[in-house]
């Protein structure tokens, strides 16, 4: 059974990940997959994505 987490609900180091992704010089593609969890407004959940996504590749504080 998938259980929804949001990206930034602290259960992830982001900072470590991010540290060994550079470690090891990757440059590629992150992709995210999410089972949807909002049952109105479900576009919201692009936003949240795109946020989480930007403060965890340190383009947003």
Request: no cysteine; charged share 20%.
């Amino acid at each position: 059974m998938a259980i929804f987490r949001p990206l930034l609900d602290g259960t992830t180091n982001w900072p470590a990940v991010t540290d060994a992704l550079a470690e090891t010089g990757y440059k590629g593609f992150l992709t995210f997959d999410y089972f949807h969890p909002y049952a109105h407004y479900r576009e919201a959940l692009v936003y949240q994505t795109s946020d989480s996504l930007d403060r965890i590749l340190g383009r947003k504080s």
